[in-house]
């Protein structure tokens, strides 16, 4: 648990120049390029977290190199460096391949949905409240936990620095809305 706060704490200290590109493909294309540049195309990973603060973007992964060690190693991408940060167990399931609750970037995490993800909470938030200086925050795309693929989802956090508020949407892995908590805007 000290671990993923470490982890947490980091991304709000450390940074990258990538600059928001209002979270179009191209935004999440860089992004994707970035991590298979690093780890490859055929790399599998327990979870990706995008997170973007004053200073620019953070990308933290939990990579699997070898999903039959079940082990991932966390990394941090911030200011065009890659650091290492920790070792985590996978918790095995009983009967489950390890490839079940891993994902790799191409198979199934697409720039277009990823967009269209942050474009669709923005609107809703604009819909409901009528304020115009959303961001994206954060972005991270959480495996299943029960060896269940189609549980995969997108956790979204958008900002606005006018209402000094966050809004948390969670969508499925194909892009439909699952869950919006947006702090009684209704």
Partial sequence: MKKILVVFVLLFMMSCNRKL???????????????????????????LTVTESAQGTVISVLHCSNPQNLETNCYVYAKGVWKEMYKQPLKALPNIKPENFLFKLDEKIDSYTLSKIVKSAQKDIRDRIHVNDLKLYQLAVRPP???????MHYQVTIKS???QRDFYYRYNIDGTLYDAELNNTE
């Fill in 21 to 47: 590109q209002d979270a179009s493909e191209q935004y999440f294309d860089g992004i994707k390029s970035e991590v298979t540049d690093k780890f490859g195309v055929n790399s599998y990973f327990a979870g």
């Fill in 161 to 163: 620095d006018s209402l």
């Fill in 145 to 151: 936990k029960s060896g269940n693929v189609s549980s």
